[in-house]
């Protein structure tokens, strides 16, 4: 396994639409194995293959707690089959919009089919934060950031912090 460097905003790369995978192979294993240690060395609950730079349908979840045992969910091609008119409101962040936060509203309950680690088809139902984090991910298979959710002002002060940053020099 490998940490990978996790791109953030702004990044052409992150609007761009993630691409299905065609069967799951060594390939796949080894870049969800990596995604999956470069979200927990950033303490994320979630990561799209995208925010590494890959253009592939791929999400490595996992909302475990501390000292609770790891339970890492990966989804490959994941496709959402039922939302609730339910919604609720979770404090989002986003490890490619680093101190960033927001209050977002999303469907309280998902059902979504996907493809697992072993290439096999599955199904899961989910709500809570667990609901929240699988739409956030999903979103970023299609370029979408929590903070388009916001309004135009708010998502323009935030981006421009973000470049801000970025183009400030490192503080070794
Ligand atoms: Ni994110």
């Keep these: ?18 691409k299905p995978v065609n069967g799951v192979g060594k390939e796949e294993q080894k870049l969800m194995d990596d995604m999956l240690e470069t979200m927990y060395d950033a303490n994320g609950i979630g990561l799209a293959a995208i925010q590494v730079g890959i253009l592939k349908r791929l999400i490595v979840i996992d909302i475990s707690k501390g000292e609770e045992k790891k339970n890492p969910i990966f989804l490959i091609n994941p496709s959402i089959v039922h939302q609730s008119k339910k919604t609720s409101v979770y404090e989002e962040g986003c490890l490619s919009l680093p101190g960033q936060f927001a209050e977002i509203e999303r469907p309280a309950e998902c059902t979504l089919k996907y493809v697992d680690l072993n290439g ?4 899961l139902k989910a709500e809570g934060l667990l609901a929240t984090c699988i739409q956030h991910e999903m979103d970023h298979l299609e370029g979408i950031l929590f903070i388009d959710y916001l309004s135009k002002l708010k998502r323009s002060m935030i981006i421009k912090k973000l470049s801000k940053l970025k183009s400030s020099p490192a503080k070794l």
């Excluded at 396994?1 to 993630?18: C, F, H, V, Y």
């Design 1 to 18: 396994m490998a940490i990978r460097t996790i791109i953030t905003e702004p990044n052409k790369l992150l609007r761009q639409i993630s």
């Design 120 to 123: 096999k088809q599955k199904e």
